[in-house]
C-alpha cells in the first residue's frame, strides 16, 4: 500500500487496551489456575519449585496479551484530516465499557457503518497483524458475536488484507529478527513518545486497583496519534506546523 496525502483520509488508526480477565491468579477457578500454571511455566525459571506467588506476578504481567485469559477494555480509533498537502489534525476517539461484549459490539457497529469497504478504507496500527485484530477477533468470537468483514482474515491471501498497513511490518523491510516497539520506533523516527504517564504494563493496575479508566483512555488514544504521525513520517506526509489533536470521546466512565 502506497500512502499519499489523498489516501491517508482514508485510513483508521487503532490500538486497543486489554487487561487480564480477572485481577489475581486467586481468582481464578480451580481448571483455569491449572491452565494458566501450563502456560506460565515458559515463562518461570524453575517451574518445579513455582509458587503462586510467582504465578501470580507472571499472572498480572503476561495475561493480558493472552486473549484466553484476558479481556479488552478500550479500543481507540483515529483518523486524519488534511489541506495543501499537509496533515493539518488527528482526531481520536475510545470505545470503552466495563462489558467487553457491549463494547465489541459498539465497534464492530462503527465497523460496519462506516468502514465496512475493504476496497476503500484501510485499518493502521502498531504490530496490528500480530496483536491487536487477533486478540479483538479472538474475543469477538468467545463472546459469540460475528467478525465485521473488514477483520475477518481466516483463510485470505497475503494480497487480500493489503487494506491492512501495520507500521512494525513497515519497519521491518523483511527483516523478522527483531521487534521494534512503538516507543522505539517514535524515539528513532524524532516523534513524541506515547507513553508519557503510563506504559502497557501499568494498565492493569490503572483498570484493577485505581479504577482509572480515563486515562487508559488517553494511553491508548496517544498511541494511536503516534502511529498517524508515524505512518505520515513514513510515507513522507508532512505534519502542519499547527496540526491539531483532538479526542472526540464520549463516555460515562463508572464512578467508584
Given at each position: 500500500m502506497r500512502i499519499t496525502v489523498k489516501n491517508i483520509t482514508q485510513i483508521l488508526f487503532i490500538d486497543i487496551e486489554t487487561v487480564a480477565i480477572v485481577n489475581s491468579f486467586a481468582e481464578l477457578n480451580d481448571t483455569a489456575q491449572k491452565l494458566w500454571k501450563a502456560k506460565a511455566n515458559k515463562w518461570i525459571n524453575n517451574p518445579f519449585y513455582a509458587g503462586d506467588v510467582q504465578y501470580d506476578f507472571c499472572y498480572k504481567s503476561k495475561a493480558g496479551i493472552l486473549a484466553e485469559f484476558a479481556k479488552v477494555v478500550c479500543i481507540s480509533i483515529g483518523y486524519v484530516e488534511t489541506g495543501n498537502?499537509?496533515?493539518?489534525?488527528?482526531?481520536?476517539?475510545?470505545?470503552?465499557?466495563?462489558?467487553?461484549?457491549?463494547?465489541?459490539?459498539?465497534?464492530?457497529?462503527?465497523?460496519?457503518?462506516?468502514?465496512?469497504?475493504?476496497?476503500?478504507?484501510?485499518?493502521?496500527?502498531?504490530?496490528?497483524?500480530?496483536?491487536?485484530?487477533?486478540?479483538?477477533?479472538?474475543?469477538?468470537?468467545?463472546?459469540?458475536?460475528?467478525?465485521?468483514?473488514?477483520?475477518?482474515?481466516?483463510?485470505?491471501?497475503?494480497?487480500?488484507?493489503?487494506?491492512?498497513?501495520d507500521t512494525l511490518v513497515a519497519w521491518k523491510f523483511g527483516d523478522y529478527k527483531n521487534y521494534t516497539s512503538l516507543d522505539l520506533l517514535c524515539f528513532a523516527m524524532d516523534i513524541p513518545s506515547p507513553k508519557k504517564s503510563m506504559h502497557g504494563e501499568d494498565v492493569h493496575d490503572a483498570y484493577w486497583q485505581n479504577k482509572d479508566y480515563k486515562s487508559i483512555c488517553d494511553y491508548c488514544e496517544n498511541d494511536v496519534i503516534s502511529v498517524a504521525r508515524l505512518v505520515a513520517k513514513l510515507s513522507k506526509i508532512k505534519l502542519h506546523i499547527n496540526c491539531k489533536y483532538e479526542s472526540r470521546t464520549d463516555v460515562d466512565f463508572p464512578a467508584f
Amino acid at each position: 500500500m502506497r500512502i499519499t496525502v489523498k489516501n491517508i483520509t482514508q485510513i483508521l488508526f487503532i490500538d486497543i487496551e486489554t487487561v487480564a480477565i480477572v485481577n489475581s491468579f486467586a481468582e481464578l477457578n480451580d481448571t483455569a489456575q491449572k491452565l494458566w500454571k501450563a502456560k506460565a511455566n515458559k515463562w518461570i525459571n524453575n517451574p518445579f519449585y513455582a509458587g503462586d506467588v510467582q504465578y501470580d506476578f507472571c499472572y498480572k504481567s503476561k495475561a493480558g496479551i493472552l486473549a484466553e485469559f484476558a479481556k479488552v477494555v478500550c479500543i481507540s480509533i483515529g483518523y486524519v484530516e488534511t489541506g495543501n498537502n499537509q496533515v493539518t489534525a488527528v482526531k481520536t476517539k475510545s470505545f470503552f465499557h466495563e462489558n467487553e461484549k457491549d463494547l465489541l459490539n459498539m465497534f464492530k457497529h462503527f465497523l460496519e457503518n462506516d468502514f465496512a469497504d475493504t476496497g476503500m478504507m484501510f485499518v493502521s496500527g502498531h504490530n496490528i497483524k500480530e496483536f491487536d485484530i487477533p486478540f479483538i477477533c479472538r474475543r469477538m468470537i468467545i463472546n459469540e458475536i460475528a467478525l465485521p468483514d473488514i477483520l475477518d482474515l481466516s483463510g485470505k491471501k497475503p494480497w487480500q488484507i493489503d487494506h491492512l498497513f501495520d507500521t512494525l511490518v513497515a519497519w521491518k523491510f523483511g527483516d523478522y529478527k527483531n521487534y521494534t516497539s512503538l516507543d522505539l520506533l517514535c524515539f528513532a523516527m524524532d516523534i513524541p513518545s506515547p507513553k508519557k504517564s503510563m506504559h502497557g504494563e501499568d494498565v492493569h493496575d490503572a483498570y484493577w486497583q485505581n479504577k482509572d479508566y480515563k486515562s487508559i483512555c488517553d494511553y491508548c488514544e496517544n498511541d494511536v496519534i503516534s502511529v498517524a504521525r508515524l505512518v505520515a513520517k513514513l510515507s513522507k506526509i508532512k505534519l502542519h506546523i499547527n496540526c491539531k489533536y483532538e479526542s472526540r470521546t464520549d463516555v460515562d466512565f463508572p464512578a467508584f
